[in-house]
Nanobody, 126 residues
């Protein structure tokens, strides 16, 4: 089993930045794809970004390309999401996810992930 805990959410003005962090415990995730998803009120959860086990390959939703950067620290068992130039439409609860299988390419679909955190709220004011 893998436990994921997100942190770093908060309230920020449009154009500002936030850095989310996800700490994994339990079974190692050093060989697993890690991802970030988000869910806004009244909307379905959507893919944001993902990164492969080595950090050499990433994937981003079109809506965040050029603004968000995903990274991981295998030694610390963490994955971060640096969010710049935030917009009100980025307001959502952000979830960290881990693939239970090893050495896969960055996935963009929820079904590709086996473990989920409780999420952290990001609110961007206009």
């Amino acid at each position: 089993q893998v436990q994921l805990v997100e942190s770093g959410g908060g309230l920020v003005q449009a154009g500002g930045s936030l850095r989310l962090s996800c700490a994994a415990s339990g079974r190692t995730v050093s060989r697993s794809v890690m991802g970030w998803f988000r869910q806004a009120p009244g909307k379905e959860r959507e893919f944001v970004a993902s990164i492969n086990w080595s950090g050499s390959s990433t994937a981003y939703a079109d809506s965040v390309k050029g603004r968000f950067t995903i990274s991981r620290d295998k030694a610390k068992n963490t994955v971060d999401l640096q969010m710049n130039s935030l917009k009100p439409e980025d307001t959502a609860r952000y979830y960290c996810a881990a693939d239970g299988r090893y050495y896969r390419s960055p996935g963009v679909a929820e079904y590709e992930y086996d473990y989920w955190g409780q999420g952290t709220q990001v609110t961007v004011s206009s």
